[in-house]
Every structure is written in C-alpha cells, then in structure tokens.
C-alpha cells in the first residue's frame, strides 16, 4: 500500500502544475492588453507629433519603452511557462523554444528583478521630465523603489555567484 500512495501522491504531485495553466492564458491575454496599449500609445504620438513639444514627445517615446519592458517582462515569465508545461522531448529539436523543458530560475531571476527595475526607472525618469507639475513626496518615494529593487537584483546576484562558489 505505501508504494501506490507514494505512486499516487508523486503523479499529484506532477499534476499540480496544471492548476498554474489559467494564469498562463492570463499573462497571453496580458500581453496582448499591452500591445493594444502600445498601438494606441504609438497612434496617439504619431497623430499629435506636429504640436508636440520636446518633454511631450520624451514622455510619449518614454510610455513606449516602458510598454515593451512590461511585455518582455510577461514573455520572460510565458517562456519560464513553457519550460513548467511543455517536455522538451515534445519539439523538434531545431524548432524548441528556447527554455522550453529546463525552468532555470536562478537565470529568470535577475532578468526579473532588471526588467522591473528598468520599468520603475522609466517611470522615474518620466517623472523627472515632468517635475514641475508631479508631486515631490512621489518622486522620492520613485527613487526608493527604483534603489530598492536593483539593491534587490545586487543581492540576488551576489547570493548566486556565493552560491557557484560552493
């Protein structure tokens, strides 16, 4: 009997990850939320160009990069998926997404922590080209999370790299 609840339990075990599919389709869904966003972010500086000025222009193009790093944000996150659901043995070898089958988490974190790192550091900078009309308490409360989240991606590298050594 305990081998076949061992059996059992390990095969529930396996099986659970799929409890972590709806939130998958959820980051697709995301992701093309956000390049809807991106088309109408594009469309709306492309149409208004001619009466820009200079910090408008700034800020638009700002909004742009900051859209393509939340959406390379939730790919990294879809392709850490792929490696969770699909087998690597279930592609052609030369037509494997890359990751697909080996979930290396300690490289994703990094990635993680400077791709949300580069969105807080968007938004600061947008801040920074707007300062006269945003609140000063806001921004420094931009730059901590800013500071907060590389010291984060520091230490993350650093406890890998300690890691290696042992």
Do not use: Y
């Amino acid at each position: 009997m305990g081998r076949a609840f061992n059996r059992i339990f390990a095969g529930a075990l396996v099986a659970s990850r799929w409890v972590m599919a709806p939130l998958s389709l959820g980051l697709i869904a995301a992701l093309v939320i956000v390049i809807v966003q991106f088309c109408r972010e594009l469309a709306h500086v492309v149409l208004r160009f001619s009466g820009m000025r200079d910090t408008e222009v700034i800020l638009g193009v700002l909004k742009l990069v900051d859209l393509v790093l939340v959406a390379n944000l939730i790919v990294m996150i879809i392709e850490a998926s792929i490696a969770i659901f699909v087998p690597r043995h279930a592609f052609d070898p030369e037509h494997a997404p890359p990751g697909s089958g080996t979930a290396d988490f300690a490289a994703l974190k990094p990635k993680l922590f400077g791709a949300i790192a580069a969105i807080a550091a968007i938004d600061l900078l947008e801040s920074f080209v707007n300062i006269a009309s945003v609140d000063k308490a806001t921004v420094l409360w931009e730059i901590a999370i800013v500071l907060a989240f590389v010291v984060a991606g520091v230490l993350l590298a650093w406890m890998d790299r300690l890691e290696q050594r042992h």
